[in-house]
């Protein structure tokens, strides 16, 4: 770009005014990125029938060393797999396997332990996913006894299949993609159960990954609304409404500009309606910083590449929109993305920077890298005042603090009402996406108190790092409101493979938020 663009964008915002265009600078193209054509995420097709093909590799669920009744293996074929079990000691615990060559004409035939848990059935399909990512040929999986049990085995699979390797230039052949068929006297029943419920959840899912998991010069707010728009096109009863940075200045929006002033991309603020059903939606509000780099409060440079994921509570609101609207649920939800890059910059804001909210409250910007909070502020006052929700639930990668206290298995909540939390945790065992509450204590409020403005934003004593954060995001919620926060920073990012989660983006929170809202009604 000419330094005299640039000048003129520069005086434009110091004069505040609107200036259209000014994040559009740096497009995917000027940056040499292309992406593959069939690298990108390519999965087997989910198929159900009563028979597997002949030539697929052969998957065996079981929640114990005998085979399943009806394998489709022949008497011989059969006593061979059953020696390897008796000599490995394979006794179908949870995702233990056997993986064998040589049986009859399968290419292979995996075992893979159910337990005995009801979860169990997914994971193990979600495990041979994972092991069979490189196999040639068509996979076939047996040992499910019912419809449901079927589909359940498919939604396991698909959520364990997820790869992403668009910007991989070396490799020349695109990655197997034969269909997995998932085998089930009842083939009919379980597709439709797929199709109705796991097929969306999947996309929501899948949705979600892709945007972690993109870099931040191929994701950032204006972007980031595109694929949004591209991936809810024709589906019926959904509305997109978007602010640019112009439409959220004239709004005082303050907070949500301030964070985005220093960066050339634009901010953005999304709001995804799906209404299936009449009465007040639930709102459901997510972090959307597309790169955090700390801003003026720089971070260290060490894993500073991870921030790239600190959009992961916005891609996890819309991908459970994506999900509720793609299978018709008789529910209402509006999912808000609060879109904004925190880059330094010329024009950034400095700590101790005061900044006006939608509400009308004041913030002091203690710490420029304390920016999620900020966005949500905005984000939070827009939504309960255009929209009258019954309900609010805001997800962010909020604070490193939560990572310290509950490593990757949790993600905290927090909640003021026990109630409302019990129906955050009730979804989180249901989904499998588990929370964990933290306190929230009128003593920890004081973190938030500022001397010259209504709250500051950053974590100073006497409250823990990831109670701080949400005390400062509750202050722009209405007190009567029902109000949940789910501090997800520390399960947006799977360091090692889990059986549904392959190693990178969990797509954490589409699962939660998508049990929560069929549950919880007005
Ligand atoms: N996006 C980070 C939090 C984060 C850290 C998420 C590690 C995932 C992994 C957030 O914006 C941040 O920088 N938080 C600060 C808050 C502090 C400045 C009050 C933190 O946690 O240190
Ligand atoms: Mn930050
Ligand atoms: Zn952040």
């Known amino acids: 770009m000419s330094p005299l663009p640039a000048r003129a964008a520069f005086a434009a915002l110091a004069l505040g005014l609107a200036l259209?265009?000014?994040?559009?600078?740096?497009?995917?193209?000027?940056?040499?990125?292309?992406?593959?054509?069939?690298?990108?995420?390519?999965?087997r097709p989910v198929t159900f029938a009563v028979r597997a093909p002949e030539a697929a590799a052969l998957v065996i669920l079981t929640g114990s060393a005998a085979l399943p009744d009806g394998v489709p293996l022949s008497a011989a074929e059969r006593r061979a797999v059953e020696a390897a079990i008796a000599a490995d000691g394979f006794a179908g615990k949870a995702n233990a396997k056997l993986k064998l060559r040589g049986i009859g004409s399968r290419p292979v035939v995996l075992l893979v332990g159910t337990g005995s848990e009801a979860e169990g059935l997914m994971e193990a399909a979600g495990t041979a996913a994972q092991d069979l990512k490189g196999e040639k040929a068509p996979v076939a999986l047996v040992g499910l006894a019912s419809a449901q049990a079927a589909a359940d085995a498919a939604l396991g699979y698909e959520l364990g299949q997820y790869r992403f390797d668009r910007y991989r230039t070396g490799a020349t052949e695109a990655p197997p993609a034969q269909p997995v068929t998932v085998v089930t006297a009842s083939a009919t029943a379980a597709q439709a159960a797929f199709a109705a419920r796991h097929a969306g959840l999947a996309e929501g899912v899948r949705f979600a990954r892709d945007l972690v998991t993109e870099p931040a010069n191929v994701v950032y707010p204006e972007s980031f609304v595109e694929r949004t728009r591209a991936a809810f096109r024709g589906i019926p009863n959904?509305?997109?409404?978007?602010?640019?940075?112009?439409?959220?200045?004239?709004?005082?929006?303050?907070?949500?500009?301030?964070?985005?002033?220093?960066?050339?991309?634009?901010?953005?603020?999304?709001?995804?309606?799906?209404?299936?059903?009449?009465?007040?939606?639930?709102?459901?509000?997510?972090?959307?910083?597309?790169?955090?780099?700390?801003?003026?409060?720089?971070?260290?440079?060490?894993?500073?590449?991870?921030?790239?994921?600190?959009?992961?509570?916005?891609?996890?609101?819309?991908?459970?929109?994506?999900?509720?609207?793609?299978?018709?649920?008789?529910?209402?939800?509006?999912?808000?993305?609060?879109?904004?890059?925190?880059?330094?910059?010329?024009?950034?804001?400095?700590?101790?920077?005061?900044?006006?909210?939608?509400?009308?409250?004041?913030?002091?910007?203690?710490?420029?890298?304390?920016?999620?909070?900020?966005?949500l502020a905005d984000?939070?006052?827009?939504?309960?005042?255009?929209?009258?929700?019954?309900?609010?639930?805001?997800?962010?990668?909020?604070?490193?603090?939560?990572?310290?206290?509950?490593?990757?298995?949790?993600?905290?909540?927090?909640?003021?009402?026990?109630?409302?939390?019990?129906?955050?945790?009730?979804?989180?065992?249901?989904?499998?996406?588990?929370?964990?509450?933290?306190?929230?204590?009128?003593?920890?409020?004081?973190?938030?108190?500022?001397?010259?403005?209504?709250?500051?934003?950053?974590?100073?004593?006497?409250?823990?790092?990831?109670?701080?954060?949400?005390?400062?995001?509750?202050?722009?919620?209405?007190?009567?409101?029902?109000?949940?926060?789910?501090?997800?920073?520390?399960?947006?990012?799977?360091?090692?493979?889990?059986?549904?989660?392959?190693?990178?983006?969990?797509?954490?929170?589409?699962?939660?938020?998508?049990?929560?809202?069929?549950?919880?009604?007005?």
């Open 238 to 375: 959904v509305e997109i409404e978007v602010l640019d940075e112009a439409a959220m200045r004239a709004l005082n929006m303050g907070s949500i500009v301030g964070v985005g002033q220093g960066s050339r991309r634009g901010s953005r603020l999304l709001l995804v309606t799906y209404k299936g059903a009449d009465g007040p939606p639930l709102a459901l509000a997510g972090k959307g910083i597309t790169f955090d780099s700390g801003g003026i409060s720089l971070k260290p440079g060490a894993g500073m590449w991870e921030m790239k994921a600190d959009m992961a509570g916005a891609a996890a609101v819309v991908g459970t929109a994506l999900s509720l609207a793609r299978t018709r649920a008789p529910v209402h939800v509006v999912a808000v993305a609060a879109l904004a890059e925190n880059l330094p910059g010329g024009n950034a804001q400095r700590p101790g920077d005061v900044v006006r909210t939608y509400g009308g409250k004041t913030i002091e910007v203690i710490n420029t890298d304390a920016e999620g909070r900020l966005v």
């Open 379 to 522: 984000a939070l006052g827009y939504v309960a005042d255009k929209r009258k929700p019954f309900a609010i639930v805001d997800i962010a990668t909020l604070t490193g603090a939560a990572v310290s206290a509950l490593g990757p298995e949790y993600a905290a909540l927090f909640a003021r009402d026990d109630a409302v939390a019990a129906r955050l945790a009730a979804a989180g065992e249901a989904s499998g996406e588990e929370v964990w509450r933290l306190p929230l204590h009128p003593t920890y409020r004081k973190a938030v108190e500022s001397p010259i403005a209504d709250v500051k934003n950053s974590d100073a004593s006497p409250a823990p790092g990831a109670s701080a954060g949400a005390h400062f995001i509750e202050a722009f919620v209405a007190e009567d409101m029902p109000w949940a926060h789910v501090d997800m920073a520390p399960t947006m990012w799977a360091d090692s493979a889990e059986p549904l989660t392959p190693k990178g983006a969990s797509g954490y929170g589409v699962r939660l938020l998508d049990a929560l809202a069929r549950e919880w009604k007005p």
């Open 20 to 43: 259209p265009g000014v994040g559009h600078a740096q497009d995917t193209v000027g940056s040499g990125v292309v992406p593959r054509e069939h690298g990108n995420s390519a999965q």
